[in-house]
């Protein structure tokens, strides 16, 4: 069975800082992985995918990249703001025909001004 | 556009009452999705529909039953609700498959609900 740790759950940092968020998961057949953020009593809202062929994705101050074979991805924040202050969730997409997403727990992240 | 809408907001249950959680996508999206998440937790899958008239379960199904007359509607039922079932939920919908080469998921503000 599939499952996604993200590790720290929290994290508070002063701003400025660049940071690292970290994604397991323990069966390297996914299909691909997304990272999300959520703010507090809101809907997730994609911030990137990268599919299983990549090895990383870039937007703007994010990167994310991806290690199928160890089973992780990690999602760089660079030049940290206080608006980056949220939850951050990875979520795998088992392989094809069972349209299925599993979810990490994700890192609560504040960005001290 | 409003995108992926559900309502109510809120909703406090007695247990055992029954309730229907709506949720209504106009972005003509085959694929719909229900989750559910727990405080502190990641979302978890209960139902998900690939197009009107067919639908599946997902990681956590029992205690809820969907239904997908059309494109744009997936509503998520409670026929006996318990303490267990109080959560957060969340609708979201995609235009293609996960396994698409661009399947990102848009979600719904959630629907806070608590059982008691």
């Known amino acids: 069975k599939q499952e996604v740790t993200q590790i720290p759950a929290a994290l508070s940092v002063p701003e400025g800082e660049n940071l690292v968020l970290n994604c397991s998961f323990t069966?390297?057949?996914?299909?691909?992985l997304q990272w999300f953020r959520q703010d507090p009593g809101k809907g997730l809202t994609s911030l990137l995918l990268?599919?299983?062929?990549?090895r990383e994705q870039t937007s703007g101050r994010l990167n994310a990249s991806l290690d199928k074979s160890s089973g992780r991805s990690t999602l760089y924040i660079a030049a940290s703001q206080p608006g980056d202050s949220a939850t951050y969730l990875c979520?795998?997409?088992?392989?094809?025909?069972?349209?299925?997403?599993?979810f990490g727990t994700g890192t609560r992240l504040k960005v001290l001004a | 556009n409003a995108g992926v809408t559900q309502t109510p907001k809120f909703r406090i249950l007695k247990i055992g009452q029954s309730m229907t959680l709506q949720c209504t996508q106009d972005?003509?999206?085959?694929?719909m999705y229900w989750y559910r998440q727990d405080p502190g937790m990641g979302l978890k899958l209960i139902y998900y529909?690939?197009?009107?008239?067919?639908?599946d379960k997902g990681e956590v199904p029992n205690g809820y039953n969907v239904s997908r007359s059309t494109t744009e509607d997936f509503p998520l039922r409670l026929e006996l609700a318990a303490p267990s079932q109080t959560s957060v939920y969340f609708c979201?919908?995609?235009?293609?498959?996960?396994?698409?080469?661009?399947?990102?998921?848009?979600f719904g503000p959630g629907t806070r609900l608590t059982v008691t």
């Open positions: 979201a919908s995609s235009p293609y498959s996960p396994t698409s080469g661009s399947p990102e998921q848009y």
């Open positions: 069966d390297s057949a996914i299909y691909n």
């Open positions: 990268i599919q299983s062929s990549q």
């Open positions: 979520a795998v997409v088992l392989p094809s025909g069972t349209y299925k997403y599993i």
């Open positions: 972005m003509n999206h085959n694929y």
């Open positions: 529909s690939v197009g009107a008239g067919i639908t």
